[in-house]
């Protein structure tokens, strides 16, 4: 793993980094948010950049964006020597470290993620990629960046959608990892006052996982509870106008179902489901689904990329706090854990 920086003083590491690094030239990824509300607190720590800027938002994490941007980098002569900052979210963090990492065969970039979500888990392990044609992450590639810079007081800026999303991420590194931390947690919740004290944790999680297994060849893929269904629903809403849910909020949905199952195959008690149960139902507001819905949305399972053929490979938990993965589910069993989550 590269230097991951968190706290107040990540900005001014940032900039120490562009400032002694040989980088040819500096360029920065922003979207219409990040551009408003984050870009003025990075400007100061920063060298002499140009500004490359896409509309925000999952549906906007494709290939076409890629085309924009990759334009606007051979516009601005940058080469191999020269250095991507990705200022922002999920989205810009994902899309930005691809194509900085196939630009004339890859050249640096760094991460200064502005969202919870971004910050506990998009962020950190080198994964990067698109979403092609409703398929989320169907097109990307592992790369690391020189650095992670995590300022919380982003966090300042952000709707308390997005700090939602955020936290279902640091709620499934409780739940794969340290299920102390999550009997602990449950009864405060998002009510924390030391949001940075949780990013670190959950940073911590995620970053001894990556670099136990960094190509998830195996134990990584525990990192993926709750994304089987949670990708598919995502994916699924994202083409219903109105209806789109936030990366975190799909996850939350997939965790629900993905600890039903763990139940139904018996390798986890009816008392574990019912902590995690109340906790996330808590925190999170159903979302109604169709019989139709239903029936599309375990369809889009299908294409998950842990697959291996016709099989649909899944990490369930045994216990709170250890996961297991490589678990085969079929299509029917999706349908009957998205049919439980209609009846909570």
Known sequence: MNDIHIGAGALKELGELLRNRAFSKVAVLVDENTLHHCYPLVKPHLPAHDLIQIQSGEAHKTLQT???????????????WSVLVNLGGGVIGDMGGFCAAVFKRGLYFVQVPTTLLAQVDASVGGKTGIDF???KN???????????????GFLQTLPQ?????????????WLIADGEMFLAQRHIGLFTENWEELIRHSVDIKAAVVEADPLEAGY??????????GHAVESYLLQKPGRELLHGEAIAIGMLCETYLSVKKELLSKEALDKIETFLVSVYEKVVFTEEDIQAMSHLALQDKKNTGATINCTLLEAIGRAVYDQPVTLPEIQEALRYYQLL
């Open 66 to 80: 890629c085309e924009h941007i990759w334009q606007r980098m051979t516009d601005l002569n940058l080469d191999r």
């Open 133 to 135: 044609h409703g398929l």
């Open 138 to 152: 169907h097109i990307g590639v592992y790369k690391e960046p020189v650095g992670v810079f995590i300022d919380p």
């Open 161 to 173: 959608r997005e700090i939602k999303s955020g936290y279902a991420e640091i709620i499934k590194h």
């Open 220 to 229: 990584r893929k525990i990192l993926n509870f709750g994304h089987t269904i």
